[in-house]
């Protein structure tokens, strides 16, 4: 029987404003390019999930591939945007909690699991984590900023898979990096597809966390 949940933290636990990959989404229709938010979300976690390793100068993420990620969107800028767009910083400063987040983790702590924050994340998430109050409900904290590793690689979910007695769940908003990386370090995961971004997903899917107790519980046969 699992003894831990895993759980990633921006969009699942925590709702930044705007997300990652609506910043990006944003500014790429502000340089004159029009782009669906989906397509955008889809094409920037295809390429954020082939990268394993982040960037010194970000602390814990890579860098966006501007010329990758048109690549990837069908289409093809001037130049001068993509190096325009390269210069921006799409992380924000401004974050809150999802509704659903604290009944979700008292939920947890209820069942007798351990929670495990597995995140990609800048040096930003020890902050955020003990402003939110998320940190009276961790039983550990495992960050790419710390580690110099960044989900999907197996080895960042086998950190945490340590604190968590080698058996849980995770729980994540991106298919590419959380739910494949989880299967890949052998645990069994959950996709958090809040935005409807993954239609073609069927199995193993939920829209909120308040399902995903309902989920984990059946899994657990509880």
């Known amino acids: 029987m699992a003894k831990a949940i895993f759980i990633d933290m921006g969009e699942t636990l925590v709702k930044f404003i705007p997300r990652y990959d609506e910043a990006v989404a944003n500014a790429i229709r502000e340089a004159g390019i029009q782009v669906d938010d989906k397509a955008v979300f889809r094409a920037l976690m295809a390429q954020m999930g082939s990268n394993h390793f982040p960037h010194k100068e970000i602390g814990g993420l890579s860098n966006i591939d501007f010329k990758d990620l048109f690549y990837r969107l069908g289409k093809y800028p001037d130049p001068k945007i993509i190096k325009k767009l390269e210069n921006n910083s799409y992380l924000s400063e401004k974050y809150e909690l999802y509704n659903d987040a604290i009944p979700f983790l008292t939920e947890m702590k209820k069942l007798g699991l351990k929670i495990i924050l597995v995140s990609n994340a800048t040096y930003k998430i020890h902050d955020i984590v003990k402003e939110l109050n998320l940190i009276n409900y961790l039983d550990g904290i495992v960050a790419s900023c710390d580690l110099g590793i960044m989900k999907p690689h197996p080895k960042i979910f086998y950190h945490a898979k340590k604190i968590g007695c080698n058996d849980g769940i995770h729980i994540g908003d991106v298919y590419e990096i959380d739910y494949l990386g989880a299967k890949r370090a052998y ?36």
């Open 187 to 222: 645990l069994d995961a959950i996709l958090l597809d809040r935005f409807g971004f993954y239609p073609e997903i069927k199995e193993n899917k939920i829209s909120n966390l308040f399902d995903a107790i309902d989920l984990i519980k059946t899994k657990l046969n509880m």
